[in-house]
């Protein structure tokens, strides 16, 4: 929460919504932790501000989430289980203001929910390619493409966009940088790169 406290005007207005909101209040039990593109600075209007939690009892959840913010405006929640390996989750949405509100919960720790791994490994690239990089997934954002598509994208990645940057979210961030410095989709951001090695 630190850095959307320390962040850029939208970042600041987030935490002040979850803030006064009580949001966090509500979730503090389960490790809440903002994800998605507002934290990297990637968020485009009407992006979503995105709340990460661990919850090993997700009925129970679910429960408290109803109790507590289900008066919200557009408050939705409901189970799914991952196509990949059938781990069970819970999201809930709501709006405060302007800013539409997802919170993702798993009974997994935070640091190992996909979620937070794609925001990992799009920071680290981001921190490669500076704010051309932040432009251009912006502008491919825009266009209509989500987050990890348009990263796939501009790395002219093959496959299925969420698998291969879980996949990327392996790497050192030595490997990662190496690796992206030889692709030719990169060429556009090398001088932005070379000045950050």
Not at 20 to 32: C, G, I, K, M, N
Not at 68 to 77: I, T, V
Request: charged content about 20%; glycine content about 6%.
């Amino acid at each position: 929460m630190a850095h959307l406290v320390a962040g850029n005007e939208r970042q600041r207005d987030a935490y002040r919504v979850l803030q006064e909101s009580r949001v966090l209040l509500t979730l503090a039990a389960f490790h809440p932790y903002p994800a998605g593109t507002v934290p990297i600075d990637i968020d485009i209007s009407g992006s979503d501000l995105d709340i990460l939690c661990e919850a090993n009892d997700l009925d129970a959840f679910a429960t408290l989430i109803h109790r507590d913010l289900g008066n919200m405006p557009h408050f939705h929640c409901s189970h799914g289980a991952r196509s990949g390996d059938g781990a069970s989750y819970v999201t809930c949405n709501f709006q405060i203001d302007h800013w539409p509100i997802e919170i993702f919960a798993q009974a997994v720790p935070i640091q190992q929910q996909n979620a937070y791994l794609h925001m990992k490994v799009e920071w680290e690239l981001l921190q490669l390619w500076g704010a051309e990089g932040h432009r251009e997934i912006r502008r491919l954002k825009r266009s209509g493409l989500k987050t990890e598509p348009a990263f796939a994208q501009v790395l002219e990645l093959q496959g299925d966009p969420y698998v291969e940057l879980l996949h990327l979210a392996t790497w050192s961030r030595i490997e990662l940088r190496d690796w992206a410095c030889k692709q030719p989709s990169f060429f556009p951001f090398s001088s932005t790169i070379n000045e950050r090695l």
